[in-house]
C-alpha cells in the first residue's frame, strides 16, 4: 500500500446559517473543483444554546444529497414529503434532494452539547431531478470495527478494504474477509465517509479507492497524515493528493484522536450553485428558483 500525500491543509471559516447556528464551513465553494463531488463540509460544535438554539427552519433544496452525522445533541427532521426523524449522538441523516424538497432541521434540546457535521454530496446531472429521498440511520445501524490496538472505525458510507493498523492487516482479514460494507453505499459518486478513532501512539493506512478525491477533518486530537507525516491539528482538514500511484492514507496519532476521512469519485460536471440549488447551468438556477417561487419545486406530500 502506499500512502497519499497532504497537498494543503485548510482552516475554514466561522459563519452562521439557518437561524443563527453557528459552524464553521470547512469545504468552501473555491473547492468545489478541487474536491468534486463534495460541495460542502460544515461543522459545528458548542455547548451555549444561543449558538444553536434556532436551529434550521424549513427550507429548499435541490440538485444533491445532504449527510448529516451527530456526534452529540438531538436533532429533528421534517421535510415536504412526509418523512420525519429524530437524529440522535452517532446517528446519521442522509437525504437526497433531487427535483426538490423543503425540509427543517430543529434542535430537540435547550441545553447541552450539539455537535456533528453536515455534507453535500453532487448528483451527476442525469440524477438532479430525480424524486427526493430520505433515510435516518440508527446509532446501531453503522458498522463498527475495533482492532486490537483500540483503533475504532464507524464506516457510515461506502465500502472499505482490509486496512492495516500497527503493521498487521486488519478491518477484515480476521474474519476472512476482504471488504467491509458501509450503512450506506450510493451510486456514480460511490462515497466512503469513515469515522476514525485512534488510541494514543496508533497508526493505520485507510485505503482509499484510487482515482476518488478525499480530504481528512480531524475534529479530536491531531494526527499526521502520509509518509512524510504532515501535521494536521484539531479543527483542520487536509486536502489529499490524487495520485494513481497511491490507495490509502497513512494515519498517525501521539495522543488519542479522531477524525473523519471522506472520499468520492469525481463527476467532472459543471457546477452552478445559488444557495441550496446545485444543478449544472444558470438556466436550471432560474427554473429552481421560478419552481420555489410558484409551490413546483416541492408540492406536499
Known sequence: MRSREVERVVAGQETHDGAGVRLTRVLTQDLQ?????FLMLDAFRSD???????GFPEHPHRGFETVTYML???????????NEG????????????????????????????????????NLPARNKMTAPDYRDIAPDAIPEFVDADGTTIRLIAGTL???????????????????RVGAVVRPDTEPLFVDLHLRAG???????????????????GEMTLGAKATPVVTHRMAVLETSPEADCVALRCAVDSRAIVVAGRPLGEPIAQYGPFVMNTRAELMQAVHDLNTGKLAPRA
Open 86 to 121: 429524530l437524529l440522535t449522538a452517532g446517528g446519521v441523516q442522509w437525504m437526497t434532494a433531487g427535483r426538490g424538497i423543503l425540509h427543517s432541521e430543529m434542535p430537540e434540546q435547550e441545553d447541552g452539547l450539539m455537535e456533528g457535521f453536515q455534507l453535500w454530496v
Open 48 to 54: 451555549d444554546p444561543e449558538d444553536y438554539i434556532g
Open 161 to 179: 478494504r482490509a486496512a492495516r493498523s500497527g503493521g498487521e492487516r486488519v478491518q477484515g482479514e480476521q474474519h476472512g474477509e476482504q471488504e
Open 202 to 220: 496508533a497508526r493505520i493506512d485507510l485505503p482509499i479507492p484510487v482515482g476518488h478525491n478525499a480530504f481528512v477533518y480531524v475534529y479530536r
Open 72 to 82: 452529540a445533541g438531538r436533532m429533528r427532521h421534517r421535510d415536504s414529503s412526509g
Open 33 to 37: 473543483r478541487r474536491l468534486d463531488p
